[in-house]
Structures are given as structure tokens and as C-alpha cells.
């Protein structure tokens, strides 16, 4: 079942948030001091490609949280509006529901992604 929600996910909007991702993730690697944000961007753009099946569990320490405070600043604040802005989009609906839910996922995922683990 999960096969089936990954692929309509694709078609309703998860490319888009999956794009966003790599954007963010290409902008981080351009710096030297990026790289390990940058890189922690594109494994995180797999759940964004295909998030159901997908559990998100939060965790971290001081150091996470330092970056958390500079991803929010400079790239957070604009995924998570996006997705947030397609999870209320798809919500009208009651067919949507289940791939808005999705989308606040990764919303509330794009606000502190640092110290998250994906099982």
C-alpha cells in the first residue's frame, strides 16, 4: 500500500518538495562549511520523495541544535512554509488528507531537520 501512496505522493506535489530540498541541499554545498548541512538536505529529500512508510524521530544534543537555529534562518523558514502551504492545499479535500498529513510532516521536518532520524 505503501508503493501505491509513494507514487501518487510523486504526482501530487512530493517532486516539488523533494526539488526544494536538493535546491537547499546544492546551496549548502557550495560552501565548505555547508557540506555536512548540505548533505544531511539530500538524505533528508528521500522522505520528501516517498514518505509513507517513513517514521521521523527526533533527537540531538547542543551541536544539533546550533545548526537547527542557522538552517531555520537561512533555508528552514521557506521549506516549511512550501510544504505547509501544500498540506493545507491538499487538506480541502477528504481524498488529500492523508498526503497533506504527509506534508506537515516534512513541514514540521523542514523547521528543525538536524538530530532527526528517519526509520
Known sequence: MSFIGNLLWIIFGGLFSAIGWWLAGILWCITIVGIPIG???FKL?????????KEVRYGGGAGSFIVNVLWFIISG???????????????????GIPFGKQFFKIAKLSLAPFGASVK
Not at 45 to 53: A, D, E, Q, Y
Not at 77 to 95: D, H, P, R, Y
Request: proline content about 3%.
Open 39 to 41: 548533505l544531511q538536505c
Open 77 to 95: 523558514i521557506e521549506l516549511a512554509i512550501g510544504n505547509f502551504l501544500m498540506g493545507c492545499l491538499l487538506c480541502i479535500t477528504i481524498i
Open 45 to 53: 529529500s528521500s522522505v520528501s520523495l516517498c514518505p509513507f512508510g
